[in-house]
């Protein structure tokens, strides 16, 4: 069955602290990741996306995010948290040719000054 | 860049009304648009595909009858929630594909619409 993992619900980091969002998914064909943020009551705004070549991604704000087929991973980093940063982070997979995406249960970032 | 609008943003009604969100790209055409439904502190779940000029397909267990889906221009879908009951009660966010093709497939969000059925 194709699934999208976030095995953290809930994330505390101080602010300029490394973070690192896992994602884990499962998928019959060649997946297209993304990463989404939503900030209180907003939509989804894309962070990054990886449908092929160079494994690691770069996004806005700071953030990239590594493919890791061997490990069916696609986990998001940033090296240093800023306090804006604390949202709703969600990972997603879908097919080539449809938009019919995928979510997992998203990852819930608090930065503490 | 692609925007895609949501209104209202926000909305209360009373239990039996019907309620109509409407979800538009401003600077592209959407061939297809999709409605989602988040509960709170949940992940994102897919309702419906809508298409311009055709009936929208539903995903397995949501009501077709009681969310009804319109895609009359390639700007424009609307969701009606019919007859609103209290657990109608959530988040809606639409989203509008812009591209077909490799490296297209990205969607636009909208900032979603909070129903609140009384």
């Known amino acids: 069955a194709q699934s999208v993992t976030q095995p953290d619900i809930h994330i505390t980091v101080s602010e300029g602290a490394s973070l690192e969002l896992r994602c884990n998914y499962s998928?019959?064909?060649?997946?297209?990741l993304f990463w989404y943020v939503q900030s209180p009551g907003q939509g989804l705004q894309l962070l990054l996306k990886y449908f092929s070549g160079d494994t690691l991604v770069q996004g806005i704000k700071g953030f990239e995010a590594e493919f890791k087929r061997s490990q069916s991973s696609f986990n998001l980093r940033k090296p240093s948290v800023h306090w804006s940063d604390a949202a709703e982070y969600f990972c997603?997979?879908?097919?080539?040719?449809?938009?019919?995406?995928?979510f997992g249960t998203g990852t819930r970032l608090q930065v503490f000054p | 860049g692609a925007v895609v609008s949501q209104h209202p943003s926000w909305v209360i009604c009373k239990s039996g009304t019907s309620v109509k969100i409407e979800c538009r790209s401003l600077d592209f055409q959407a061939t297809t648009m999709f409605w989602y439904r988040q509960f709170p502190k949940q992940s994102l779940m897919l309702m419906a595909t809508s298409n311009e000029g055709s009936k929208a397909t539903y995903e397995q267990g949501v009501e077709k009858d009681k969310f009804l889906i319109n895609h009359a221009s390639l700007t424009l879908s609307t969701l009606t929630v019919t007859s609103a009951h209290p657990e109608d009660s959530s988040f809606y966010i639409c989203?509008?594909?812009?591209?077909?093709?490799?490296?297209?497939?990205?969607?636009?969000f909208g900032a979603g619409s909070r129903l609140t059925v009384l």
């Open positions: 998928y019959g064909a060649t997946p297209y």
């Open positions: 997603a997979v879908g097919p080539f040719n449809t938009d019919k995406l995928i």
């Open positions: 989203s509008a594909s812009r591209d077909r093709g490799p490296g297209a497939n990205v969607l636009t």
